[in-house]
């Protein structure tokens, strides 16, 4: 059982460069998410998606943006990246996105921008 | 805005000892949950709190949820190494058309043995 996968595990990124964390879940779940978590910050919402075709913005949206073609996958991309970027990157998902819905996270992408 | 402050931030305790997580708010959730988060791994759901009060049990781990649904606490008993991790409280905050996960900055458990 795979659940979330995550890739790449870890990454070293320039500056300014354009990178692409991937997110695959095979529980067809209708609602995924991404968070990233930093020490002293906890866990934040970068983006979410409701369902296939839709998403939406979480509390620190600025910089990534995501895309739902289908079910499965939820890209994140980091269109020019930022050293305030370097963070530990989850993926998420739940059956739906209703109240006290469980979440299934991946393993994490670390990604740090120098 | 944090929505959900953690206490203590870090804990570090000898194998056999008790101990209790806090989880506060000033913001009323209508469920609250509590996930731990092992060293390179995403966080794991150890349980979902509904009903002000309520008081459930997971083997030697203790979580209620306040009568007025703004707080929880997570009480070990007899701690052991393999309860060593971060412990997070997340509450779902509505978000647009649905619900999002609201996370507390975590507790840090080191048990030794």
């Known amino acids: 059982i795979a659940g979330i996968t995550q890739a790449p595990t870890s990454q070293i990124l320039a500056a300014g460069r354009r990178m692409t964390l991937r997110c695959t879940q095979d529980?067809?779940?209708?609602?995924m998410y991404w968070y990233r978590q930093d020490l002293g910050l906890g866990l934040r919402l970068i983006h979410y998606?409701?369902?296939?075709?839709?998403?939406g913005k979480g509390e620190v949206p600025d910089g990534y943006s995501v895309s739902r073609a289908n079910t499965d996958d939820f890209p994140l991309t980091l269109a020019s990246a930022v050293p305030s970027q370097t963070s530990v990157y989850f993926c998420a998902s739940s059956d739906s996105s209703g109240d006290g819905e469980k979440l299934f996270f991946g393993s994490g992408t670390q990604l740090s921008v120098l | 805005t944090q929505l959900l402050e953690q206490s203590p931030q870090f804990l570090s305790i000898q194998e056999g000892e008790n101990l209790t997580v806090y989880c506060n708010s000033s913001?009323?959730?209508?469920?609250l949950q509590w996930y731990r988060q092992e060293p390179g791994e995403g966080p794991v759901l150890l349980v979902t709190v509904v009903t002000g009060g309520e008081v459930k049990k997971l083997k030697r781990l203790t979580f209620q949820f306040g009568d007025a649904r703004k707080d929880s606490s997570l009480h070990i008993t007899a701690a052991q190494p393999g309860d060593t991790g971060l412990y997070l409280c997340?509450?779902?905050?509505?978000?647009?058309?649905?619900?999002?996960?609201?996370f507390g900055k975590g507790t840090s458990l080191l048990v030794t043995p």
């Open positions: 913001s009323v959730f209508s469920s």
């Open positions: 529980m067809r779940h209708n609602a």
């Open positions: 997340a509450g779902a905050t509505p978000w647009n058309s649905g619900y999002a996960l609201n």
């Open positions: 998606s409701n369902t296939a075709g839709t998403t």
